[in-house]
C-alpha cells in the first residue's frame, strides 16, 4: 500500500514562493499520474494540478496556471508544486493523490 507524506508548508507573504513535496513510499510511483489538490476552509476540496505517469503530460487549474509547476523525480519517488506569485487566495491545506491514495496535507498560509 503506498503511503504519501508532503511537507513544504508554511507561511509566506503575497508573491512570495513555495515549493511542495510529495514523498510516496510503499510502491513505485513513476508510471503513475499524481496530482495536487487544496481545500481552504469551508469550501470543498479542489483540483490544483497533475502530472502523467513518467512525466508526459502537465495539467493545471485555471487559477494557478502560469504560477504553479508540477514537477517529479522518480529516482525519489517524490513530487513536488512549485508555487510562485502566491496570492491570499491560496491559502489552503494542500494535499497530494496518487490513484485513489491521498497524503495527510500540508498548510500554505498567504497573507495579505
Known amino acids: 500500500q503506498v503511503q504519501l507524506v508532503e511537507s513544504g508548508g508554511g507561511l509566506v507573504q503575497a508573491g512570495g514562493s513555495l515549493r511542495l513535496s510529495c514523498a510516496a513510499s510503499?510502491?513505485?510511483?513513476?508510471?503513475?499520474?499524481m496530482g495536487w489538490f487544496r481545500q481552504a476552509p469551508g469550501k470543498e476540496r479542489e483540483f490544483v494540478a497533475r502530472?502523467?505517469?513518467?512525466?508526459?503530460?502537465?495539467y493545471y487549474a485555471d487559477s494557478v496556471k502560469d504560477r504553479f509547476t508540477i514537477s517529479r523525480d522518480n529516482s525519489k519517488n517524490t513530487v513536488y508544486l512549485q508555487m510562485n506569485s502566491l496570492k491570499p487566495e491560496d491559502t489552503a491545506l494542500y494535499f497530494c493523490?496518487?490513484?485513489?491514495?491521498w497524503g495527510q496535507g500540508t498548510q500554505v498560509t498567504v497573507s495579505s
Open positions: 493523490k496518487i490513484q485513489t491514495t
Open positions: 510503499g510502491r513505485t510511483c513513476s508510471s503513475y499520474s
Open positions: 502530472i502523467n505517469g513518467r512525466g508526459g503530460g502537465r
